[in-house]
């Protein structure tokens, strides 16, 4: 009998997604990337240079490092990224599903991001997200910014340690988090309670953020799925900030710091 070509494409999919790889460049991503554990690394390419800097963690990955001279650094990645002589590739991490990092912390917190591409957002997002304690960063597996050498130079090594979750619709994330018992909060300039506001009283609850887009924001289904709408306060009546700066800030105000 023969497969039906959503079985076929499923399975396509998912054979593709197995054999990928990526390559992180630059000190601190490939730094990171050698003595995460759970990180699978496969080549490393590199200058003598670079290779003093990263002999430590070379030597815990227990890798080969090929040598390359620094005037012709062929590594598979953009010509314009700034390697800093470090270019190593490896598989994809698997932070595990939704529930996986939604479940288990005392108060959780995440950020959900709704079609924000740019992986130098996205990067800084993570940073932001493992220093204030979220428990992940979700975007979808479409319109979002995937995991690869310029998102992991942006984190700063922050992927390595932070879940970075892609699941495959925003609104059924949010209507699965609301069943888990989360209050999902929409970031939106226009709406008239803040943060602190809608959280008064009840910051022991877990509680998802949710940010759009510079420019287009969050979209129509996304607003009407959250529980509320919410704004960060401005001191001026003008002004709106960079996403990974409203991240950070919504979830600086959404923990309590008592």
């Given at each position: 009998?023969?497969?039906?070509?959503?079985?076929?494409?499923?399975?396509?999919?998912?054979?593709?997604?197995?054999?990928?790889?990526?390559?992180?460049?630059?000190?601190?991503?490939?730094?990171?990337?050698?003595?995460?554990?759970?990180?699978?690394?496969?080549?490393?390419?590199?200058?003598?240079?670079?290779?003093?800097?990263?002999?430590?963690?070379?030597?815990?990955?227990?890798?080969?490092?090929?040598?390359?001279?620094?005037?012709?650094?062929?590594?598979?990645?953009?010509?314009?990224?700034?390697?800093?002589?470090?270019?190593?590739?490896?598989?994809?991490?698997?932070?595990?599903?939704?529930?996986?990092?939604?479940?288990?912390?005392?108060?959780?917190?995440?950020?959900?991001?709704?079609?924000?591409?740019?992986?130098?957002?996205?990067?800084?997002?993570?940073?932001?997200?493992?220093?204030?304690?979220?428990?992940?960063?979700?975007?979808?597996?479409?319109?979002?910014?995937?995991?690869?050498?310029?998102?992991?130079?942006?984190?700063?090594?922050?992927?390595?340690?932070?879940?970075?979750?892609?699941?495959?619709?925003?609104?059924?994330?949010?209507?699965?988090?609301?069943?888990?018992?989360?209050?999902?909060?929409?970031?939106?300039?226009?709406?008239?309670?803040?943060?602190?506001?809608?959280?008064?009283?009840?910051?022991?609850?877990?509680?998802?953020?949710?940010?759009?887009?510079?420019?287009?924001?969050?979209?129509?289904?996304?607003?009407?799925?959250?529980?509320?709408?919410?704004?960060?306060d401005a001191a001026g009546g003008f002004g709106s900030l960079n996403v990974s700066n409203a991240a950070a800030i919504?979830?600086?105000?959404?923990?309590?710091?008592?």
């Amino acid at each position: 009998m023969k497969k039906p070509k959503w079985v076929v494409e499923k399975e396509q999919a998912k054979k593709a997604d197995a054999a990928a790889t990526l390559w992180l460049f630059g000190l601190h991503a490939v730094r990171d990337a050698l003595v995460n554990p759970k990180r699978t690394k496969l080549r490393i390419m590199v200058t003598l240079n670079a290779q003093t800097k990263l002999a430590d963690a070379i030597a815990e990955a227990g890798m080969q490092p090929e040598i390359v001279d620094a005037r012709k650094f062929n590594a598979p990645i953009d010509p314009g990224s700034v390697h800093q002589g470090a270019a190593l590739e490896v598989k994809p991490l698997d932070w595990g599903s939704l529930e996986d990092v939604a479940i288990g912390a005392a108060t959780p917190r995440l950020i959900l991001l709704d079609r924000v591409t740019d992986p130098h957002n996205v990067g800084a997002i993570l940073r932001s997200a493992e220093v204030l304690g979220a428990s992940a960063v979700v975007g979808t597996r479409h319109h979002a910014a995937p995991e690869t050498g310029a998102l992991a130079k942006s984190a700063s090594g922050a992927m390595e340690r932070q879940p970075y979750v892609r699941v495959r619709n925003l609104s059924d994330a949010i209507v699965a988090l609301q069943g888990m018992g989360y209050l999902v909060l929409g970031l939106d300039g226009e709406a008239e309670q803040s943060v602190e506001g809608a959280l008064k009283g009840q910051k022991d609850r877990p509680v998802a953020l949710v940010l759009g887009a510079e420019g287009p924001g969050l979209r129509q289904k996304t607003k009407e799925t959250c529980d509320m709408l919410v704004k960060i306060d401005a001191a001026g009546g003008f002004g709106s900030l960079n996403v990974s700066n409203a991240a950070a800030i919504a979830l600086y105000a959404s923990t309590d710091h008592s």
